[in-house]
């Protein structure tokens, strides 16, 4: 079987119907410079057929004192709006339907709502069955644990629009509670993090079928490995019911170990190519790629507490997200650019990981942007200074600009050297002024010295300019 990379791997591919409505990166691009949108309370995602949907909710929303965004469906807004919206507001609603199911425009924006730990609500047109079949593996996994409410039963739509509020004022009063700095999250990996703020934004609401089915299957088949205890009386984890007091094993008995007792989950939630592709993931994630599983590894990734199924969450948790951030900067996606330019409020490694891989984009304005985004998270280290360092080579001028101003911001000592050669060398005055920037940014013996003498020799040229020959 195939095993995907984290880079290519999708859970679903964009929809074809929909994909003439897309907007390029350009237009997207000046689109954001010339939208501006209100704060809200709530955003609701939905496809122009859910519109008598999206606005009874607003409407009854609108009536509890909260103010709500849904002045455009997903799929006919103007390109750049819907981000824009999303990072601005509290709450995000998902009208689940057929059709927005399969909208690559709602797709995108509920990746971007996960990725940005926004809290998420969905209100589902119809029944269970119906919806759950036209999810893709990706949006049935992001989904699987948030609160749904189903308006399948004409009978009871009072109730269900007082229950999809109730869940919507309980998140709003959680997301509150999640408002401390985003960089105490910095040396917590980022899908911990997010486990800690999904668990908060839980809520008693009726969850997915397939969240539903997995727990009970779990009860059943899964039972006695996950109550097994050790001798103090301490659930075991999945390294001590597998492996016990061993220090490593082979990957392929980790593995053969993971597809044992996790199976009825696996085979409920993902087809054979994208099992391969988690257990990629977990090698490389966890294990960094070797061909020995350690405790030690395992350990550091799964954490110390002893409540049930950890592992899984853990690992699970890990795929969405991975899922979410491939699905955001995606070349097709409909968010992309607005994503760059905000995930720097957001200094997670996945985050910081995935500005690292736009500085390779092919599209230089994505890469002039990764660069500055990357300044603005203030975390430094050697991988971010080397890659920051290596687009002073682009051949794209606003990217070599704004990796002067991105070094200069982030004063990295080691990078002088190349800032002067470029500010002395360059053919574009804006990156020779960018280059003298983040040199005197920067600072130290070292730059100013650069600067000293550049500046004498400028002085000088200036003066043998201006002297008359006879």
Request: net charge negative; proline share 2%; with cysteine.
């Amino acid at each position: 079987t195939k095993v995907h990379s984290s880079a290519s791997f999708r859970m679903g591919q964009k929809h074809s119907h929909d994909s003439h409505h897309h907007h390029g990166q350009e237009g997207e691009a000046q689109a954001i410079v010339d939208v501006s949108v209100e704060p809200s309370d709530v955003m609701i995602c939905f496809v122009a057929s859910d519109h008598e949907m999206a606005k009874r909710v607003a409407d009854k929303l609108d009536t509890r004192g909260l103010s709500v965004w849904n002045e455009h469906s997903a799929d006919k807004a103007p390109p750049g709006i819907t981000g824009k919206a999303l990072m601005q507001t509290k709450v995000f609603a998902f009208i689940v339907s057929e059709e927005s199911a399969c909208s690559s425009f709602c797709e995108d924006i509920v990746s971007f709502a996960y990725i940005s730990n926004k809290p998420i609500v969905a209100a589902a047109v119809s029944d269970e069955g119906t919806i759950q079949a036209f999810l893709n593996a990706g949006l049935r996994l992001t989904l699987a644990e948030l609160p749904w409410v189903y308006f399948d039963d004409a009978s009871r739509k009072k109730q269900k629009m007082d229950d999809l509020i109730k869940n919507v004022n309980d998140l709003l009063e959680k997301a509150g509670q999640t408002e401390s700095d985003d960089r105490a999250e910095i040396g917590r990996s980022s899908f911990q993090s997010t486990i800690r703020k999904r668990d908060l934004f839980a809520t008693k609401a009726q969850k997915s079928s397939i969240a539903m089915e997995t727990s009970t299957i779990l009860e059943a088949s899964e039972k006695g490995k996950e109550q097994a205890v050790d001798d103090a009386g301490k659930l075991m984890t999945f390294w001590e019911r597998s492996f016990g007091d061993a220090a490593d094993v082979p990957w392929f008995k980790f593995q053969q170990a993971f597809l044992n007792e996790y199976q009825s989950r696996l085979q409920r939630l993902l087809s054979d190519d994208n099992t391969q592709w988690l257990l990629h993931l977990l090698r490389n994630e966890i294990f960094d790629g070797d061909d020995e599983a350690t405790r030690e590894k395992f350990m550091a990734f799964r954490g110390k507490s002893r409540e049930k199924h950890v592992f899984w969450k853990r690992a699970s948790q890990m795929a969405i997200e991975k899922y979410n951030m491939h699905q955001v900067f995606d070349m097709d996606s409909s968010v992309r650019l607005t994503a760059v330019e905000n995930l720097s409020k957001f200094s997670s490694p996945a985050v910081i990981d995935a500005l690292l891989k736009l500085l390779d984009d092919v599209d230089p304005n994505i890469r002039a942007v990764a660069a500055i985004s990357l300044a603005r998270t203030e975390v430094t280290n050697a991988k971010i200074s080397e890659k920051l360092i290596r687009s002073l080579k682009d051949p794209d001028r606003l990217v070599r600009e704004s990796g002067c101003l991105a070094l200069g911001h982030l004063k990295v000592e080691k990078a002088v050297s190349h800032i002067v050669a470029l500010w002395r060398n360059d053919a574009i005055s804006h990156v020779r002024g960018a280059a003298e920037v983040a040199l005197t940014n920067i600072g130290g013996a070292e730059a100013e010295k650069a600067i000293h003498m550049t500046k004498v020799l400028s002085d000088e040229m200036k003066v043998l300019g201006k002297a008359r020959t006879f």
